[in-house]
């Protein structure tokens, strides 16, 4: 009888001692959350991180033509230029923007260009003044644009254009 009762108090003391926590699972307070941009939000996120990041003031852009015709607009010396291309840089790998566009193969550029001549052709038949994509800006230029953005996406959409 005294040794079930030596058993019992050495599996209690055992369960009750402090241990050194090897193989424990705990939960800690670091936790790290990781979002997906769509890419068609890049430019957005791009203003903003240069606004509130960088301390520019730059309007939210159309596109990503529209950014771009933005933010060449803002520097004035070569040494503005460095500054606002770090910034951006800085933006871009922070929130790991447009980091998937050279991994595409040439088969899906070459498709995504071929999209985009026909919604380029379709927009000219609405009446926009849109210039063709080249192989270097698969994209739409919509920057040019005179018409306002509520103006300008139902004819996008009526082109199949899809956000």
């Known amino acids: 009888m005294k040794k079930i009762y030596l058993i ?3 599996l209690l003391f055992n369960l009750c001692s402090t241990s050194n926590d090897d193989g424990v699972a705990s939960l800690s307070n670091d936790t790290t959350t990781t ?9 957005i996120v791009l ?11 730059i309007a939210t852009p159309f596109d990503i033509e529209d950014l771009k015709t933005t933010i ?15 910034d951006v840089d800085y933006c871009i790998s922070k929130y790991n ?16 260009y071929d999209e985009n001549l026909e ?9 926009l003044n849109v210039p ?19 103006d ?11 956000k």
């Open 8 to 10: 019992i108090f050495t």
């Open 47 to 57: 203003t903003q991180c240069l606004n509130e990041e960088m301390g520019y003031n």
């Open 72 to 86: 060449s607009q803002l520097s004035n010396s070569k040494d503005e230029q460095l500054q606002l291309r770090e």
């Open 97 to 112: 923007l447009w980091s998937e566009t050279s991994s595409l193969n040439p088969e899906e550029l070459a498709k995504i």
């Open 152 to 162: 300008v996406m139902p004819l996008l959409q009526e082109c199949g254009w899809q």
């Open 35 to 43: 979002s997906v941009i769509a890419e068609e939000d890049y430019p």
């Open 132 to 150: 063709d994509p080249n192989q270097q800006e698969p994209k739409v230029d919509l920057s040019g644009l005179k018409e306002s953005k509520d």
């Open 119 to 127: 919604l380029a052709k379709c927009l000219r038949e609405k009446g």
